[in-house]
């Protein structure tokens, strides 16, 4: 069993920044991918972005490359979604995800998402225009 708790949302202005992060219990932290995940009011939950189980390999949908970052402290099994350049946009629920079956990145980007088996409670993130 795994546990994930996020936190670091809010309610921030265009152009500004925000870094979300999620602490996991349970599991042996470094040995699976981990990713975030966004919903937006009257859409469906869509990918963001994912990173490997030791890190070195990241992922990132089109709409946030160049300005957010994934990243995990395996020692402290936390990840973190650092967000700049903060767009209307982005407003949604961002949740972290964990997807045991895999260390890879690309795995649990490509996994249907009622295939991942832990997530978090979610975190609102609003951006005001």
């Known amino acids: 069993q795994v546990q994930l708790v996020e936190s670091g949302g809010g309610l921030v202005q265009t152009g500004g920044s925000l870094r979300l992060s999620c602490v996991a219990s349970?599991?042996?932290?470094?040995?699976?991918?981990m990713g975030w995940f966004r919903q937006a009011p009257g859409k469906e939950r869509e990918f963001v972005a994912s990173?490997?189980?030791?890190?070195?390999?990241?992922y990132y949908t089109d709409a946030v490359k160049g300005r957010f970052i994934i990243s995990r402290d395996n020692a402290k099994t936390t990840l973190y979604l650092q967000m700049n350049s903060l767009k209307p946009e982005d407003s949604a629920v961002y949740y972290c995800?964990?997807?045991?079956?895999?260390?890879?990145?690309?795995?649990?980007?490509?996994?249907?998402?009622?295939?991942?088996?832990?997530w978090g409670q979610g975190t609102q993130v609003t951006v005001s225009s």
């Open positions: 990173i490997s189980g030791q890190g070195a390999v990241t």
């Open positions: 995800a964990a997807d045991l079956r895999t260390a890879q990145a690309m795995g649990i980007k490509r996994r249907p998402q009622y295939e991942i088996a832990y």
């Open positions: 349970g599991g042996t932290f470094s040995s699976y991918a």
